[in-house]
C-alpha cells in the first residue's frame, strides 16, 4: 500500500465516522511566535480542545505536515525523521476512549488488513494526578485484543502533552510487533529493541497542565490521535526503514547514482533535510540567522555538508529538487506550486554556505597548524567559537573535521559562548515579533510604548484573559491581537481608550531593567512569549502602571505619545480579538 492509499485510507474511514475532513495547517503556525513549526496534528486545535466551538463541528480529521528538529542529530539512521506526515481524529467533547479505540482497531485490522494478533497496546497505570486506565484496556479486550498483549506504564510512557503547558492526558499507544527476536524474557512495547514499533497513539485529552505542574479538569472530554505517515507504510510495505519506501526511494537512488562514494547515512541526511527544507519553504520559511530561520538553515547546511562528503556536485541541487517535487506533488500539491522559488532558496544558501565553508575550512586550517606546532590535540571551545562568530562557520562541522584530523574538541566553553550570541539573537527577535517589521524611529518605538498601555487597559477594562496574541507595528499605527471570546462594546474600547490617554497625560516614565525570567515573573512583569534561549530578559515599566518583558525599544515618558484612537475591533481567528490603533 503507498503512503497516499493510507492517507486517503484514514480520511476516508473516519469521514465515513461522521469526521470532517480539515487542511494541514501550515508547518509555520500563524499566529503564534510562542513556537517555531507545527509539531504535531493536535497543535493547531489547541483552542478547540479547550472547549471553543470549532466551525465543523464536534468530529475531525485531517493530515498535519510536522517538524520536530530535536533529534536533528540522529538523523542518518534507520529511522529519524524531522518532516514527517501525521494522520489525526479528533473528538472535541464528543466521543470518548470507547468508540476512540473501536474505531482504531477497525482502522488497523479491516482497512489496512494488519493481523490483530501481531498487535499490543499500552495504557497509563495510574498515579495522583488521574486514575489507572481501565475504561480504555477493557475497551481493547473488547474490541479484541487479548489480555496479556495489554500493558500498563506510567507517566513517562503514556501520558501525552506538547511542552510543559497545555491540554494533556492518558494515552493509550497500539504497537506491532515486527516478528524479530523478543530481547530477552523481559521484551515487551517500552523496551525499545525493535521487535515492536509504536504505530498510533490515542490521547484522552481531558485535563490541563501548567507551569507549574498545577492539574486540573478541562471543560470537555477530548481525543486527539496521531498515526505517523512515514512509519505506517514502511511497516505495511515490509521496509527496513522509511528511506526505502517511494516516498524517498527514487531521490535515494539518484543520489547513490550519482555519489562517488558509498555512505548511506550521508544519502539518507540529504534526501531527509531537503525534503524538510523544500516543506518550510513551500510554507513561506526563509533561511535567517534566528528562530524558524535558523533551523532551515541548518538544514540546507548540513545537506550540503553531506553532499560535498559523497562528493557529489553541488550543480545537481536542481535536479535532485524537481525530482522530488515529482514524487511527492500528488501528496503535497504546494511543491509544485511552489517549485521555482523552493530552488531559488536553497541554492542561493548553498552558495551562501559554500563560501562560508571555503573561508571556515582555511581558517581551521590555520588552527590546526597552530595546535600542531603548540603539540595540541585539543581544540578549545573559544576557538570554535570565533570560527563560528566569525567566519560563521558551524561548530558541528568545526567538530567533524576536528575528528577527522584526529582531535579532541571541548564544547564546554563554546557552549557558554554560545548562549550568550545566542541571547543576543533573542533579544533582537523579540523586537522582531514585538515589532512585526524590524524598522525602528521615533513613531515606531511610541506605538511600542502605546502597545504596552493598551495590553494593561485590556486587562482592566475586559479581565487578564485579554492576553497578547500577536503585535505588529509600523509607522502609520499599531495592531494588537489578544485572547478574548467576544467582540468588544463600543463603552469598552471608549473606557480602553480612556485609560490609555489618561496615563499618556500623566507623563509617566518608562524605564528598563534586565533581569532573570524568574526575577521578571516575580515582579509581576507580564510575560509575552515563552522565552527559550536563555534566562536574561529586559523588562519595561511604565510609572507605577504597567511592567512587561520587552526588547524595546521605547520612549522615556508616555507624554510624548500623543492622542491615542483604536480605529477598529474585529476579530483575528477562533478566540482572538484584533485592534488597530493610532496615535494623532
Ligand atoms: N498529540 C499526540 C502525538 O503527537 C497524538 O496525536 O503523539
Not at 169 to 174: L, N, S, Y
Request: aromatic share 8%.
Amino acid at each position: 500500500m503507498k503512503a497516499i492509499e493510507i492517507r486517503n485510507k484514514y480520511l476516508n474511514f473516519f469521514k465515513a465516522h461522521g469526521h470532517h475532513v480539515i487542511p494541514s495547517a501550515p508547518l509555520i503556525p500563524e499566529n503564534d511566535p510562542s513556537v517555531l513549526f507545527t509539531t504535531a496534528g493536535m497543535q493547531p486545535l489547541v483552542p478547540y480542545l479547550l472547549g471553543e466551538k470549532h466551525p465543523e463541528g464536534t468530529r475531525l480529521t485531517d493530515y498535519q505536515k510536522c517538524l520536530r528538529t530535536n533529534d536533528i542529530d540522529e538523523v542518518g539512521d534507520n529511522r529519524h525523521l524531522t518532516f514527517f506526515e501525521m494522520l489525526g481524529n479528533w473528538s472535541l467533547g464528543d466521543y470518548f476512549k470507547e468508540e476512540a479505540i473501536s474505531m482504531s482497531y477497525e482502522f488497523l485490522t479491516k482497512e489496512l488488513g494488519i493481523d490483530p494478533s501481531k498487535l499490543s497496546v499500552t495504557c497509563f497505570a495510574g498515579d495522583e494526578d488521574a486514575p489507572r486506565d481501565d475504561v480504555a484496556a477493557n475497551a481493547w479486550q473488547k474490541a479484541g485484543i487479548s489480555k496479556e498483549r495489554i500493558y500498563f506504564y506510567g507517566k513517562g510512557d503514556n501520558w501525552w502533552i506538547a511542552g510543559d503547558e497545555g491540554p494533556c492526558g492518558p494515552d493509550t499507544e497500539m504497537f506491532l510487533d515486527t516478528g524479530k527476536p523478543a530481547c530477552g524474557p523481559d521484551c515487551q512495547p517500552s523496551c525499545n529493541c525493535g521487535k515492536y514499533v509504536e504505530i498510533w497513539n490515542n490521547v484522552f485529552m481531558e485535563y490541563y497542565k501548567t507551569k507549574d505542574g498545577n492539574i486540573s479538569k478541562l471543560k470537555q472530554q477530548n481525543v486527539d490521535t496521531g498515526l505517523g505517515l512515514e512509519r505506517m507504510t514502511m511497516l505495511l510495505q515490509g521496509k527496513e526503514t522509511p528511506f526505502d519506501t517511494e516516498l524517498f526511494a527514487p531521490v535515494m537512488e539518484k543520489l547513490k547514482q550519482l555519489a562517488k562514494v558509498e555512505h548511506i547515512e550521508s544519502r539518507r541526511i540529504v534526501a531527509e533535510h531537503l525534503r524538510a527544507s523544500m516543506m518550510v519553504i513551500a510554507d513561506g520559511g526563509r533561511p535567517s540567522n534566528i528562530d524558524r530561520g535558523y533551523v532551515l538553515r541548518r538544514l540546507i547546511r548540513r545537506m550540503t555538508r553531506h553532499l560535498n562528503k559523497l562528493q557529489i556536485d553541488l550543480n545537481e541541487l536542481e535536479g535532485l529538487i524537481d525530482l522530488y517535487v515529482d514524487t511527492l506533488k500528488g501528496m503535497y500539491q504546494e511543491l509544485e506550486e511552489k517549485r521555482n522559488i523552493i530552488k531559488e532558496v536553497i541554492v542561493a544558501e548553498k552558495d551562501k554556505f559554500v563560501k562560508t565553508l571555503s573561508h571556515g575550512e582555511k581558517e581551521f586550517d590555520k588552527v590546526v597548524a597552530k595546535a600542531k606546532l603548540e603539540n595540541k590535540n585539543v581544540i578549545d571551545g573559544y576557538t570554535i567559537f570565533k570560527l563560528y562568530e566569525t567566519y560563521g562557520f558551524p561548530p558541528e562541522i568545526t567538530s567533524d573535521l576536528a575528528k577527522e584530523q584526529g582531535f579532541k574538541i571541548d564544547l564546554s566553553e563554546f557552549d557558554k559562548l554560545f548562549k550568550e550570541h545566542q541571547e543576543k539573537s533573542r533579544l533582537g527577535s523579540e523586537q522582531k515579533f514585538k515589532g512585526g517589521l524590524a524598522e525602528q524611529n521615533e513613531q515606531t518605538t511610541k506605538y511600542h510604548t502605546a502597545t504596552h498601555l493598551l495590553h494593561k487597559a485590556l486587562q482592566i477594562v475586559l479581565g487578564e484573559h485579554a492576553k497578547q496574541n500577536g503585535s505588529n507595528i509600523t509607522t502609520e499605527r499599531l495592531r494588537f491581537d489578544f485572547t478574548h471570546p467576544e467582540k468588544m462594546t463600543p463603552e469598552q474600547i471608549k473606557q480602553v481608550e480612556d485609560i490609555v490617554n489618561e496615563q499618556i497625560k500623566r507623563d509617566l516614565p518608562v524605564t528598563c531593567e534586565e533581569m532573570t525570567l524568574e526575577e521578571a515573573k516575580a515582579s509581576g512583569a507580564m510575560g509575552l512569549f515563552e522565552n527559550k534561549y536563555g534566562d536574561k530578559v529586559k523588562v519595561y515599566t511604565i510609572g507605577d502602571f504597567s511592567k512587561e518583558i520587552c526588547g524595546g525599544p521605547h520612549v522615556t515618558h508616555t507624554g510624548e505619545l500623543g492622542h491615542f484612537k483604536i480605529k477598529k475591533e474585529e476579530s483575528s481567528s477562533a478566540g482572538v480579538r484584533r485592534i488597530k490603533a493610532i496615535l494623532e
